[in-house]
């Protein structure tokens, strides 16, 4: 069984910088792909980011390109988001997920394994 525990969500003013963090256990974790989303009360998870091991290249959601970035330890078991100019629409819990992505990689019908999420809220 594999768990995911995210952490380094926080309350950031607009503009700052926070590095999220997923602690993975389980296997074969180095095998699946990992990607981050977020969600906002009342409306639908929305896929972030994917690491390379999703095809083999990072992807971003284009409202978080050149701002957000992705990385992937697999010696620390460790997915990664940096980010970085934080704006105020960016206020979500942000969740990491695990699983093969057989479907759109960003697209959380495409993953089978989710942490509990990390609360990042940005103010003015």
């Known amino acids: 069984q594999v768990e995911l525990v995210e952490s380094g969500g926080g309350d950031v003013q607009a503009g700052g910088n926070l590095t999220l963090q997923c602690s993975a256990s389980g296997k074969p974790y180095s095998h699946y792909c990992m990607a981050w989303f977020r969600q906002i009360p009342g409306k639908e998870r929305e896929g972030v980011a994917s690491?390379?091991?999703?095809?083999?290249?990072?992807k971003y959601a284009d409202f978080v390109k050149g701002r957000f970035t992705i990385a992937q330890d697999n010696a620390k078991n460790t997915l990664y988001l940096r980010m970085n100019g934080l704006q105020l629409d960016d206020t979500a819990m942000y969740y990491c997920a695990t699983g093969w992505a057989n479907g759109h990689i960003l697209s959380p019908t495409s993953y089978s394994y989710w942490g509990q999420g990390t609360q990042v809220t940005v103010s003015s």
């Open positions: 690491s390379w091991t999703c095809g083999g290249n990072t």
